[in-house]
């Protein structure tokens, strides 16, 4: 049984990971590659950690497994928005305007 759910778990975020990859080649602007690179690889590599929990259920790999994964979901979000911080603030614009642009003032060099 074991077998099965670490085949489906390494399956899954092996697919995720790829779904990341394509979608970083296909996607417009600068944003959305950064909105994909960031989601859908937290998630895949989730998934691809807790096949090895599983695969190996000891104390040790758990606690190891939860600080990966902790570190994936308080890192890779932060890491997304302080770049899509940086690169507004380089001046690189969205393909789409923005339909709420609270930030508008960041670019306005008079301030």
């Known amino acids: ?5 670490i085949s489906i ?5 092996s697919f995720f990971c790829l779904l990341s990859a394509v979608g970083f080649l ?3 602007d600068t944003y959305a590659r950064m909105h994909v690179a960031t989601k859908s690889v ?3 590599g989730a998934m ?4 090895h929990v599983v695969a190996r259920p000891d104390a040790v790999t758990l606690l190891f497994g939860a600080l990966i994964i902790g570190f994936f979901y ?3 979000p932060l890491a ?3 770049l899509g911080r940086t690169i507004y603030r380089r001046g ?4 789409k305007p923005f339909v709420v642009n609270e930030a508008g003032s960041m670019l306005d060099p008079h301030q």
């Open 74 to 76: 308080m890192t890779l």
């Open 9 to 13: 778990l390494l399956l899954g975020g």
């Open 42 to 44: 937290a998630f895949g």
């Open 80 to 82: 997304g928005h302080v």
């Open 92 to 95: 690189i614009l969205p393909a």
């Open 1 to 5: 049984m074991s077998t099965i759910v």
């Open 48 to 51: 691809l950690v807790l096949s």
């Open 26 to 28: 296909r996607m417009r």
